[in-house]
């Protein structure tokens, strides 16, 4: 199992499990980041991580992108 910070660019990858505070939790919610979803990592830079959920794009940091487990 991989993190959201170590998946490489251009797969796509169904989320796991994400461990985060439960305002962050239903921050993702709003854009569609759940367990089960598909969504793909579009880049990946020093501090930050981009990713794809269906129509939506999603940027947050690594430490944010490291408890997302695909």
């Not at 709003?30 to 930050?48: R, T």
């Amino acid at each position: 199992m991989l993190s959201l910070a170590t998946a490489p660019i251009g797969t796509i990858r169904q989320v796991k499990w994400i461990a985060c505070e439960q305002i962050i939790s239903e921050f993702l919610e709003e854009y569609g980041l759940i367990q089960g979803k598909d969504v793909q990592v579009v880049s990946s830079a020093k501090g930050s991580v981009i990713v794809a959920v269906g129509e939506n794009r999603l940027a947050m940091g690594r430490d944010l992108a490291e408890r997302i487990k695909v």
